[in-house]
């Protein structure tokens, strides 16, 4: 007669057995693991850790348009952003410009041969990851004004009593005073209508040497030779 093994064993080979059959249930449905399996089942590793995105570079500030030849020029933008190391480009810098490539800053003296309007003009800054510009603007470089005139002449001449024939003068009307910056250029002129005055102060004169004549006219309208030549350094 057999001997009859112990159950356990059994009980051993038939969880042996079953774990090669499908996981299927009398249905026909699929089993779901039991807990030691899903435990045993590896879980998905963590997304590593976004970088902070980067803050925007902003430039602000006006610059000016014109300036006076053989005057200062600065222009200073201002810049903010999160951080970063920022630079700064220039685009159709003047030739009479220097730029700062560590501050944005755009300064110059225009000489008068720089007088005109200046081509576009962008200045740019950027930490790397964005970026900020101001422009494109332009600048006119304006002439200097003219000095103030400030000075004067003052003339005196001796009213004639004879025609160039050595006749007595008849119908004298009064005198023009010619004067200009040169012996050959005196353009500007300044009628005295009075015979009797033989003085007068030429003012409103700019700074340099001015040339002095005066010729008489009678009442036909005709001339008499000029006068000797004086002049002045105002």
């Given at each position: 007669?057999q001997a ?11 969880a ?12 026909g ?7 030691s399996e899903?435990?045993?089942t ?6 590593p ?10 430039l ?11 005057q200062?020029?600065m ?6 952003q999160?951080?970063?190391?920022i ?7 003047p030739?009479w410009?220097t730029?700062?490539a ?7 003296t ?5 007088e005109?309007?200046?081509?576009l003009i962008i200045?740019?800054a ?14 006119a ?14 003339l005196?001449?001796t ?5 160039t024939?050595?006749t ?6 009064g005198?023009?005073?010619?004067y ?8 500007t002129t ?8 033989t ?7 700019a700074p ?19 006068s ?7």
């Amino acid at each position: 007669m057999q001997a009859v093994r112990p159950f356990k064993t059994l009980l051993w080979l038939s969880a042996l057995l079953l774990a090669g059959l499908p996981l299927t249930g009398c249905g026909g449905g699929t089993v779901s693991p039991t807990a030691s399996e899903a435990a045993a089942t590896p879980a998905s590793a963590p997304a590593p850790p976004q970088a902070p995105a980067a803050t925007p570079v902003e430039l602000t500030g006006t610059p000016a348009t014109s300036v006076t030849a053989g005057q200062n020029y600065m222009f200073q933008p201002t810049v903010s952003q999160g951080g970063g190391v920022i630079t700064f480009s220039v685009q159709g810098q003047p030739n009479w410009a220097t730029f700062n490539a560590k501050t944005g800053e755009l300064t110059g003296t225009p000489a008068p041969v720089n007088e005109g309007k200046t081509g576009l003009i962008i200045i740019t800054a950027t930490n790397g990851s964005t970026s900020s510009s101001i422009g494109p603007f332009t600048i006119a470089v304006n002439a200097p004004s003219a000095p103030p005139a400030t000075g004067s002449a003052t003339l005196s001449w001796t009213e004639p009593t004879e025609n160039t024939d050595g006749t007595p003068i008849t119908g004298l009307a009064g005198y023009h005073i010619y004067y200009g910056t040169s012996e050959g250029a005196m353009s500007t002129t300044i009628t005295v209508a009075s015979p009797t005055e033989t003085s007068y102060v030429v003012t409103g004169l700019a700074p340099g040497t001015y040339y002095f004549t005066v010729v008489a006219y009678n009442t036909a309208g005709v001339d008499s030779p000029q006068s000797n030549l004086a002049n002045k350094t105002i």
